[in-house]
């Protein structure tokens, strides 16, 4: 299904729009931009490798450039305009050869899987689906970056087998590491996780093989692996250890998996409140390979302890900012260096499912940013149903708060984009939030930690952070990336697209949106005695800085890369009463007015 702007089975054309979209808001590429007629688009122009090329596109929250279907074009010899040509805009971009390359490759690969869904599979109705079979199709993928579906690595074959869209289950591969290798934080003993993960059936079976192999269980301790990735890797670089009986394969085993949106994370099919489980794959999807990063695997369980015990410690996380934290209560890796780092390993990961009350429903916080089959927002029968404002003025409260009090108050950054976090409603009515997966996506400030003698000992933890630098791991000493790690996930790559849809679909201008997240953050030091807490991190500055990702892509030369955008938070009491003064409120029940 399409993101609102999106035309239906032109994969090529979001694609293209994507690329400029974040080559113009990165400043990547240097456009003259000048006011379009009444579309309200604007209109951009710029050179790239003596080629001209223009766009109208329309202007959102922190800047956020988001082309018109069909608008990016380019100059042809004989002066008319045509559709712009992917890869003549990849061969005029600056970094190396082989990064353009790869990102060529990977626009491409997202084209033809995107291609190979819209030829395979049925469009569905989603709005009545299980949380398993959403998070399967679901199958949009980042908003804002172009290669959003490339995984790199699969091949179409394997799209169909292991993408989420597909919808296949499968058996997960089992290993047997020797000890040597092995790092793991288990929950209890590991006959008892075992029994408990697998069940009596499954565990027996494990356990009879490996006796039938005459292996002993001191020596050896059982690893998951994605079927896709034991095909990549048994031939290849764990081909080694098979060989020197550092490990053995006992084949596939135990409940079938399906895939969620991040592609490595599977959900247990036939027991929905069992733990899902995130394993390593070597494929490149959007910025990053998707593997595990060794360290950040035991420290796991220790991190969502930790954040897992302020959340039960703190009343106002259930009176007032109902959250509830997806526990990541164990954690096995094979902890060796390259090549197979990060390779082979596993997190386990509380059920969503498993936390739901009677009447609670949960979704993904991805569909609310997405349109149907029948042409209507996701969300759009629960708008109807309460009404716009009141709607959304309480998903505001329930999405917002929880994550701004675990900054604010207690000095905790999460990074709450749009597949970490979960929506539970009664109905449509939006009542908690439920976030996950911290073991890479949390950072803090040692001196603004509300209780900083309840923070793990992470040098205790893994030998790398004994002599790390800030802003190495969890940890940093400017408050400026706390912000930006918060304000990044949650409002200017999360948010950003909530804003938009209701925009374009109901006439809800984007400022107003934004006043309303604005008054929010203003009242709430006022409730909590916070206001210097809050100041300290300068979320209402005129400008902020955001991460520029296709920047990282394309020179790839540090981790991370930064650029300057208009702040929709800022604190302008002018400006937002002429935004406001400029904002027709919809109507009560939100009339639809999607093009």
């Known amino acids: 299904m399409p993101l609102p702007l999106d035309l239906q089975g032109r994969p090529d054309d979001r694609v293209l729009r994507q690329l400029a979209a974040a080559l113009l808001f990165e400043g990547v590429i240097e456009a003259r931009q000048s006011e379009g007629g009444g579309d309200g688009a604007t209109h951009f122009r710029w050179t790239l490798g003596g080629r001209d090329f223009r766009c109208d596109a329309i202007l959102g929250a922190f800047g956020r450039i988001r082309p018109l279907p069909g608008s990016v074009q380019m100059r042809e010899s004989d002066g008319s305009w045509g559709e712009a040509s992917l890869s003549v805009v990849v061969s005029a971009l600056p970094g190396s050869g082989i990064t353009r390359g790869k990102l060529l490759n990977e626009m491409m690969q997202t084209i033809a899987f995107s291609e190979w869904n819209d030829r395979h599979l049925i469009a569905r109705p989603r709005r009545e689906m299980s949380f398993a079979e959403l998070e399967g199709a679901i199958d949009e993928g980042h908003p804002y970056h172009p290669c959003y579906k490339a995984r790199t690595g699969f091949s179409q074959a ?27 934080t288990l ?10 993960e697998l069940g009596g ?3 027996a079976h494990l ?5 039938q192999l005459g292996v002993c269980t001191e020596d050896f301790g059982l690893v998951p692996l994605h079927p896709w990735q034991w095909r990549n890797l048994s031939e290849t670089l764990l081909a080694g250890w098979l060989e020197d009986g550092d490990a053995h394969c006992l084949g596939p085993a135990g409940d079938p998996y399906t895939a969620t949106q991040s592609v490595r994370s599977l959900l247990n099919e036939n027991r929905p409140q069992a733990a899902s489980v995130k394993l390593p794959l070597n494929i490149v999807n959007t910025s990053s390979r998707r593997i595990l990063e060794p360290h950040s695997v035991c420290t796991a369980p220790v991190i969502s302890s930790w954040i897992g015990e302020i959340v039960a410690s703190d009343p106002l996380f259930s009176e007032q900012y109902p959250l509830t934290i997806l526990q990541e209560y164990a954690g096995i890796i094979a902890d060796a260096d390259e090549p197979l780092a990060g390779q082979v390993g596993a997190i386990w990961r509380q059920s969503a499912q498993a936390t739901l009350e009677t009447g609670e429903a949960v979704v993904p916080f991805t569909a609310l940013m997405m349109m149907e089959t029948d042409g209507r927002p996701f969300a759009d029968d629960w708008i109807r149903r ?19 009090h675990l900054l604010v108050h207690h000095g ?4 709450a984009h749009g597949q970490n976090m979960l929506l539970v409603h009664r109905d449509g009515w939006p009542v908690r939030l439920i976030l996950r997966d911290f073991h890479e996506s949390i950072e803090f400030s040692p001196g603004f930690l509300r209780e900083p003698e309840k923070a793990p000992d992470f040098p205790s933890l893994h030998p790398l952070y004994r002599d790390a630098e800030p802003d190495q791991f969890y940890w940093t000493d400017n408050l400026d990336s706390l912000r930006e790690l918060v304000m990044d996930t949650l409002f200017v790559y999360n948010l950003s697209e909530i804003s938009h849809l209701l925009d374009h679909c109901y006439d809800l201008r984007e400022p107003l949106f934004w006043q309303r997240v604005e008054s929010l953050l203003s009242a709430y030091p006022h409730r909590h005695g916070t206001a210097g807490r809050q100041a300290q991190l300068g979320h209402d500055g005129p400008e902020i800085l955001t991460e520029s990702l296709m920047t990282r892509k394309l020179f790839a030369r540090k981790p991370e890369y930064h650029h300057v955008v208009p702040n929709a938070l800022a604190a302008d009491r002018l400006q937002r009463r002429r935004w406001h003064e400029s904002s027709r409120l919809p109507g009560e029940n939100g009339p639809l007015r999607c093009r």
């Open 201 to 203: 059936e499954t565990w």
């Open 207 to 211: 356990q009879g093989m490996q006796q």
């Open 187 to 196: 929950p209890d003993t590991e006959e008892a996780f075992w029994r408990t």
């Open 412 to 415: 905790i950054a999460v990074e």
């Open 386 to 404: 309460f009404g716009l404002m009141p709607w959304i003025n309480r998903l505001l409260e329930v999405a917002v708060l929880p994550v701004w």
């Open 158 to 184: 394997d799209h169909a087998l292991f993408g989420p869209e597909a919808g296949q289950s499968f058996q997960l591969v089992w290993l047997l590491v020797a000890r040597k290798h092995l790092r793991q």
